[in-house]
């Protein structure tokens, strides 16, 4: 993937999903730097870090939830 977000998005995305569950990043200049990605490219960054990525029709915002692994406790 040529796109990255920076790391100061990635810990925050990953403190809200490790705190509450869920990320919603709503911020313009966050947004841009996801929609970058593309929607696979988004769902991808999400996998690689245990979250799913959900894109709100017009984009915004986008979610970032804990992924659960099957077996684990809901």
Known sequence: ?????????????AAAVNETGRCN???????AVLHQLG???????A????????IH???????FFKT???GEPV
Do not use: Y
């Not at 929607?39 to 960054?45: K, L, R, S």
């Not at 996998?47 to 959900?54: E, F, L, N, S």
């Open 25 to 31: 990043v709503t911020l313009p200049a966050e947004l």
């Open 57 to 63: 029709l017009g984009g915004e915002p986008i979610e």
């Open 68 to 70: 659960v692994q099957t």
């Open 1 to 13: 993937m040529s796109n990255v977000p920076p790391d100061a998005l990635v810990h925050k995305i």
């Open 39 to 45: 929607d696979a490219g988004i769902h991808e960054f």
């Open 47 to 54: 996998g690689r870090h245990g979250w799913t990525a959900i």
